[in-house]
């Protein structure tokens, strides 16, 4: 937790100030604009991955049943994958924390005196703040996915796990190459923009030290990481360098090498509709005796971070079999209106309202499962069925109780309970379990209509007041016998 | 730090409650399912698709045969003003690369550490073979070793990749499982997976700024394949 | 998604549940459902303690008070008839949810899950159940359909309601951008997160109107007041009717007896 308290970035901001922030995005025509049309592009691409329904459905049924199945075997699994990579020549490290993780990093680091490191993209080093840790003790920790390169250079966040600088439009982009990247001059082609990034990341690759990783899917029979990506950098951080760290959550972790291509083709066609990424890097061993090129040493680091709480539960155990394909946010309405950033948490989004509480604790987290209408959009394009509503709905009660008898509690459980609110609901469950009672309410709320407070909290905000009919229809009902 | 760490995350994860574990994923049943509910495709038809899906991530796919490959990337190399290609001499295909005449040839035979700027900064081209395509995605599937490091692959803006037609699987799965990556039963299991294996579609690309497609982010510019067809099929 | 009923039996009887928000502020449409089905000769029984489904405490993660207003529900159904539901997100509260609030209890999860077998929405038990086919006889009318979320990914409504449409010749419906898009009603959370929930409200209340359709329809009410009252906010004439009202009109059959 102290990790995120003592390292806030630059215009990252807490999770309990989300509603203040999420007024603020929503009045941002230009991010309104730019996120709804990112989005429709994205939604449309999937779509366009996908045409039998039925097809969908079978792919679909076995990424769950492979997700299921790793997870119910994980600690086993995790083993598997110790030995296999150890004998293999990687080193593994775990980590219950953030801290922790990135100390390893910084030992690693430091061990071979690096003064550069360059990254590849990985959420899981944005969730430990690892690039602060590395600046901390003087090393330079430089993104090289573009997207994150441009984020990290105008000191921001990611605001989308897989399109970073989403939320950016080339204009801002241009203006900030010509401002911060020494010799740029301004130009609105994305082409000669890519061009400038490719200029001065290839020279950093050549020098880094350390190259930065995080990893898809883990196998653990064979030993071997697999890495997704579009433009090369990860490839470079993970040969250039003569030592090489990738980070993963425990989760990403798979039995069988059969069993990725079901998961990979799913997570490419969902997050960009893709049917394949240009790159699928599998690594297996440091270089070998003979070998020219490829890190000396090979590095893992298996982080926990919360999610052992999420996996100590069967029903919110369903969380962990996310691959981060980023599909819940493209299809989800709130995060279309608000953007990626106002979340306050590295991720966003459904996903992010399902896996932050976990991660950050329910007392800073506790409104983002309530910033849903339940539409269930996530859930139906997720590619491996996780039941976001229904784990949605699991922390909304979470948050408002405390543990149920023989339930550990969650970090901050409990941190939304209201005695105002344990009220109004009992109040509620009074009156909707005594029909009699109900019906009086009824009759009255129908004559009486004409005091209906003109104010309704926050449904007249941008709606004419709510007011009850004339009569109700168990009114009209009984007139309509005596007639 | 880290064993206390290991230890506590096991001990979490073992003491968690366990339903009934699912059964095994059926993987080579669903593929097998797939496999028979589409038609039955020829060589022709999968060249044909192999070629259609490549040219979809802008690879360039050059139809070759056996004999004329070399004397064909000599010809690319001219037309696209390579002035160095990057190849591995201890290959099967370095005879014929050397005899075909083409204009600087450098042969990949030092660690990286004792080259970087020159593989960086002065070299056009990379030549590379493969173990295989997939047709369902337009992938190249590269296994690179000794003989042909890693960055051949990665760094020239360039990079040529000879591919052999009868090396086509459907799919991914089709591919692990056919060149028997995780071991069989032979081997007892043991995996048969390289230092670094790699699907290669297209050149390398970005859509990071406003979801315009853009290519050569990091990686080659250009992707082409050497696609070896037997003489009627050019 | 093709129910029928348990028995495959065309009903002679059907319990009506209203739901909270069609008995105290769209009871015409409750009116309009009933009428529907008692012209296909089916009787319907509407049972005097019937409240709310319990979708409010349940989605706000008061299990415990969504679980004891449910019990009352589900003792109002004793014969096996089916359950009609004139909104899809009370209907999918009853049939995909209640089985889950009782997972605990295996006595109540059998009768949750015998219940959940009978619930039907309106839509779709007039299409499926009863087959109904219909004369339009209306003037030539153009329309919009909005679906509500659970309606549509939990009950399939879009599509039953989409074909009840077809059969009238009369009617042209048109597509509005972003059909499958929530509304932003979601029950508190249009409470709880005004600002997010009617910047929603509005680019639904926009997608609907620039169909150029004469009125929208949904068989939900929920989000026919989100949208209705963002609307009047507005000043603006543009309204939704419920389906089932809509239906009456164009079969004549306005408070008409069975
Ligand atoms: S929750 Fe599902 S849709 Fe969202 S990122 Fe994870 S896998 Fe993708």
Same mark, same amino acid.
């Given at each position: ?57 079978? &792919?679909r049924g076995?990424?769950e049943h ?19 990579l150890?004998?293999?020549?990687i ?23 690096a ?30 996915d ?29 203006k ?38 995080g ?7 064979t ?16 040969t ?9 959550g ?9 069993h ?8 490419t ?5 893709q ?21 000396q ?17 069967e ?15 493209n ?32 007392a800073?987290?506790h ?15 997720c ?8 784990l ?15 339930h550990?509690?969650?970090? /901050? ?8 609110m344990?009220?109004v ?11 009699a ?7 009255l ?36 016998k005596?007639? | 730090?880290?064993?206390t ?10 003491s ?28 022709a ?38 002035n ?8 099967? &295909?370095?005879a ?8 600087g ?13 020159e593989?960086?900064r002065?070299?056009?081209? /990379?030549f ?10 337009g ?24 591919l ?7 799919n ?7 060149? /028997?990556w ?19 579609s297209?050149p ?12 050569g ?11 070896v067809?037997?003489?009627e099929?050019? | ?9 065309r ?5 009506f ?77 009853m049939?995909?949810h ?14 949750a ?60 419906v ?64 543009f ?19 069975a």
């Amino acid at each position: 937790m102290s990790a995120h308290e003592n390292s806030q970035p630059l215009k990252f901001i807490p999770a309990s100030e989300f509603k203040q922030r999420t007024s603020e995005a929503v009045s941002d025509e230009l991010l309104r604009k730019s996120f709804r049309g990112a989005m429709d592009f994205l939604m449309a691409k999937r779509a366009t991955q996908f045409p039998d329904p039925v097809a969908l459905e079978a &792919q679909r049924g076995l990424a769950e049943h492979i997700r299921k199945y790793s997870l119910a075997h994980l600690p086993d699994l995790l083993e598997q994958l110790e030995r296999n990579l150890t004998a293999n020549g990687i080193q593994v490290h775990w980590a219950e924390n953030a801290e922790q993780a990135n100390a390893i990093i910084v030992g690693i680091a430091q061990k071979h005196s690096a003064k550069l490191m360059v990254k590849g993209k990985s959420m899981v080093s944005e969730e430990t703040e690892l690039n602060h840790a590395m600046e901390a003790v003087g090393i330079e920790a430089l993104e090289s996915d573009m997207g994150e390169y441009i984020v990290q250079l105008d000191g921001e966040k990611p605001s989308h796990i897989i399109m970073p600088a989403i939320h950016k439009t080339k204009q801002q982009i241009a203006k900030l190459f010509a401002e911060k990247v020494p010799g740029a001059s301004y130009t609105e082609s994305v082409d000669e923009l890519i061009g400038i990034g490719r200029a001065v990341l290839r020279e950093k690759f050549m020098t880094a030290e350390i190259g930065l990783s995080g990893v898809n899917f883990a196998v653990a029979e064979t030993g071997t990481l697999c890495l997704v990506e579009n433009e090369g950098n990860g490839r470079m951080c993970t040969t250039v360098p003569k030592v090489h760290v990738a980070i993963t959550g425990i989760e990403k972790i798979v039995e069988k090498l059969e069993h990725v291509p079901p998961l990979f083709g799913l997570l490419t066609r969902s997050a960009t509709g893709q049917a394949v990424t240009t790159y699928f890097n599998m690594i297996s061993r440091p270089r070998q005796p003979g070998e020219k090129d490829g890190p000396q040493e090979v590095h893992l680091v298996l982080l926990d971070n919360g999610r052992t709480q999420a996996y100590n539960d069967e029903q919110m155990r369903s969380t962990l079999q996310c691959i981060r394909c980023g599909a819940c946010m493209n299809h989800c309405p709130v995060y279309t209106r608000v953007g990626g950033h106002a979340y306050g948490t590295t991720y966003p989004g459904p996903i992010g309202e399902i896996i932050s509480p976990h991660m950050m604790g329910l007392a800073a987290t506790h409104a983002l499962p309530t910033a849903s209408s339940l539409c269930g959009a996530c859930s139906e394009v997720c590619p491996v069925k996780i039941p976001i509503p229904d784990l949605l709905i699991r922390l909304r009660g979470e948050a408002s109780h405390d543990a149920r008898p023989g339930h550990a509690p969650l970090v /901050g459980q409990g941190a939304a309970k209201s005695a105002l609110m344990d009220i109004v609901w009992a109040g509620w469950a009074a009156l909707y379990t005594r029909p009699a009672l109900y019906r009086a309410f009824g009759w009255l709320a129908t004559r009486f209509r004409f005091l209906t407070p003109p104010m309704q909290s926050g449904w007249t905000y941008s709606r004419t007041p709510l007011k009850p009919a004339a009569r109700s229809l168990r009114d009209l009902l009984a007139e309509r016998k005596r007639k | 730090m880290t064993s206390t760490a290991r230890n506590n995350i096991l001990q979490r994860l073992r003491s968690a409650p366990q339903g009934k574990p699912p059964l095994a994923p059926d993987v080579h049943g669903f593929y097998a399912t797939a496999r028979n509910a589409a038609p039955a495709e020829d060589r022709a038809a999968r060249i044909e698709r192999f070629c259609e899906k490549m040219a979809f991530w802008r690879g360039e796919v050059v139809r070759v045969t056996h004999s004329n490959w070399a004397e064909s990337l000599r010809a690319l190399c001219v037309a696209k003003n390579v002035n160095s290609l990057l190849y591995g001499a201890q290959t099967a &295909q370095a005879a014929a690369l050397e005899a075909a005449g083409i204009n600087g040839l450098k042969p990949y035979d030092r660690p990286v550490d004792d080259w970087k700027p020159e593989l960086f900064r002065d070299t056009d081209a /990379g030549f590379t073979s493969t173990r295989g395509g997939i047709t369902e995605t337009g992938t190249l599937i590269l296994w690179p070793d000794e003989k042909e490091p890693r960055l051949m692959s990665l760094v020239p803006p360039i990079h040529f990749a000879l591919l052999d037609a009868s090396q086509l699987y459907d799919n991914f799965f089709d591919a692990m499982t056919g060149q /028997g990556w995780s071991g069989d039963e032979a081997s007892a299991g043991i995996s048969k997976m390289p230092t670094n294996a790699l699907l290669i579609s297209g050149p390398s690309k970005t859509a990071d700024i406003q979801v315009t497609l853009a290519y050569g982010a990091h990686g080659p510019k250009e992707l082409v394949i050497l696609l070896v067809v037997n003489e009627e099929e050019l | 998604m093709q129910r029928d009923t348990p028995s495959g039996q065309r009903p002679k009887d059907v319990y009506f549940f209203a739901t909270c928000l069609v008995d105290l502020f769209c009871p015409e449409a409750g009116m309009d459902a009933i009428t529907l089905i008692e012209r296909e000769g089916v009787t319907v029984h509407f049972p005097e303690n019937q409240t709310c489904c319990g979708q409010p405490a349940y989605t706000s993660g008061y299990a415990d008070e969504a679980r004891a207003v449910a019990l009352a529900q589900m003792r109002l159904f004793e014969n096996d008839w089916p359950v009609v539901v004139p909104s899809g997100s009370c209907a999918g509260m009853m049939r995909h949810h209640y089985p889950k609030l009782f997972a605990e209890d295996p006595i109540l999860k059998a009768k949750a899950e015998a219940l959940a077998e009978r619930v039907f929405e309106l839509s779709e038990f007039l299409l499926n159940v009863l087959k109904v086919q219909w004369k339009d006889s209306g003037k030539p009318a153009t329309v919009t359909l909005h679906t509500s979320c659970a309606a549509r990914r939990e009950m399939g409504t879009h599509v039953h309601a989409r074909a009840l449409l077809a059969q009238l010749p009369g009617v042209n419906v048109v597509t509005q951008s972003h059909e499958a898009e929530c509304c932003g009603f979601g029950g508190t959370f249009s409470l709880k997160h005004p600002s997010i929930s009617s910047a929603m409200a509005g680019d639904k209340a926009d997608a609907l109107k620039e169909t150029g359709a004469e009125a929208f329809i949904s068989a939900d009410c929920g989000c026919m007041l989100n949208i209705n009252h963002t609307l009047q906010k507005r000043g603006d004439a543009f309204q939704g009717k419920h389906l089932a009202t809509f239906l009456c009109e164009r079969l004549a059959a306005k408070g008409e007896k069975a």
